[in-house]
């Protein structure tokens, strides 16, 4: 009797094993299949339209796309004198965007955008993802008196400015990420592909 229940304890153990294992496998199927890109995926990171007809100048708004803000400002005359300001642009750590953080040559120039007015980029710091906060105010007291006007990060202290360009010696290595956008009319912009339905999977080097 007592082989006979060591041998039916010794049968459940492996049956139990297995149907434990194969539990665990169907688990993990759904797990596995979401470390790869999906529909969901997809869907998830679509195309947003955003209406910039009613932005005022000097006026920042902010979108979600693929859970991420993106900024829409609409700069002033005097914030894009700014950004051509030759004191300013010695002080940048990538001046003329060379690094792979906006989606094409069509935004590689001085304003970093396809029309110098509208500035649009992924509001996270390249540094450790914090948000940064828009400080148009210049030379305020907490900035000192050299701040134009830009995006500063409280987290870690980096600096960037009106066009998302990182300062000079900062944590943050790369300038803000300008997303792949374009301009379906005069006021309304499509973030996440470009008019040709392409770069629909554009990532930075660090967002």
């Not at 003329?96 to 710091?125: M, T």
Request: aromatic share 10%; proline share 9%; hydrophobic share 40%.
């Amino acid at each position: 009797m007592d082989k006979v229940n060591k041998r039916r304890r010794r049968f459940l153990i492996a049956a139990t094993s297995v149907v434990g294992a194969g539990g665990l496998g169907a688990l993990m199927i759904p797990f596995i299949k979401s470390l790869d890109p999906s529909t969901a995926v997809t869907v998830a990171g679509g195309p947003v339209d955003v209406d910039i007809s009613k932005l005022e100048p000097g006026a920042l708004i902010t979108v979600n796309w693929r859970g991420r803000p993106v900024w829409f400002l609409r700069r002033t005359k005097s914030q894009l004198e700014t950004l051509q300001d030759a004191s300013l642009v010695k002080r940048l750590k990538d001046p003329d965007s060379r690094e792979p953080q906006q989606f094409g040559a069509g935004v590689v120039n001085w304003h970093r955008s396809l029309k110098p007015e509208y500035f649009i980029a992924i509001g996270i710091c390249t540094h450790l993802g914090c948000v940064p906060d828009y400080r148009p105010d210049i030379a305020p007291a907490d900035l000192g008196p050299g701040w134009e006007g830009g995006f500063f990060c409280p987290c870690h202290g980096s600096r960037y400015d009106l066009a998302g360009r990182v300062f000079d010696n900062m944590p943050a290595p790369l300038n803000l990420p300008i997303p792949p956008y374009y301009y379906k009319s005069r006021s309304l912009v499509r973030v996440g592909e470009l008019g040709d339905k392409s770069d629909q999977n554009w990532s930075p080097a660090i967002w």
